[in-house]
């Protein structure tokens, strides 16, 4: 019986590879030959069965690549300025932000609080402050526990926080609840325009700070009425 390089018979040559084994000096070419897949390179970490790492280092590496500068990107910011709010508002108020929702915070009363932000410095360079303009457009409609669609026109929120980062300079820092001031103006009172610029809402009201945050909250809630 003829013999394969590895000195073996053919046909135990053959039961070798198709049980996925394979002596080096036949491992390239009769693969190649047959057209059969190529078998998987298996590192240390598969072998074992399981990853050196976790899910909370996954998360602490992505915090630190996201958060872990003193200005943080404009896609991310939000998330700054409502953890802050979130802080400042709890357990009174749920962070109840996500993909698609109408609103970022809920009272137990159905009471809902949107949050806008905006920065003067930004992570990128522009030269000067970044002028503060704010997307208040009234929808079409809002998504209900992100599945369901509610149609009726107008702005889902009964109250606006606008967050406020007017720090521009080496020392400013997005993620320094200090450093934010905070504009609390019920939807009512907002003109029918699409964007507010930080003038107008001045002229509706005064900002206060992250600590006085929940007491001005609370008085605009208070004056809803029914």
Known sequence: MRACPAGLPVKAHALVVSAGFQHPASAVAPQERSG???????TTSQQAGTPAFGI??????VSQVAFGKPL???????????????LALEPEWTWSSADYAGWDFERSDGLRL???????????STGKPSRAIFDVAARTGYWESGTKWIAEPGRPAHL????????????????????????VVPSRALPDVK????????????????MALADEVRIAASLLGG
Request: no cysteine; proline share 4%; hydrophobic share 45%.
């Open 56 to 61: 909370g280092d996954v998360i602490a590496k």
């Open 195 to 210: 964007t507010l610029g930080l003038a107008t809402i001045s002229t509706l009201t005064s900002p206060v700070p992250v």
């Open 36 to 42: 059969r897949r190529r078998g998987r390179i298996i």
């Open 160 to 183: 606006y926080v606008f967050a406020h980062h007017s720090i521009y300079g080496d020392d400013a820092d997005h993620r320094d609840p200090a450093q934010w001031q905070f504009y």
């Open 72 to 86: 943080v990107t404009n896609v991310l910011r939000g998330h700054v300025a409502e953890a802050i709010i979130a």
């Open 114 to 124: 949107e949050v806008k932000q905006s920065a003067a410095m930004q992570s990128w």
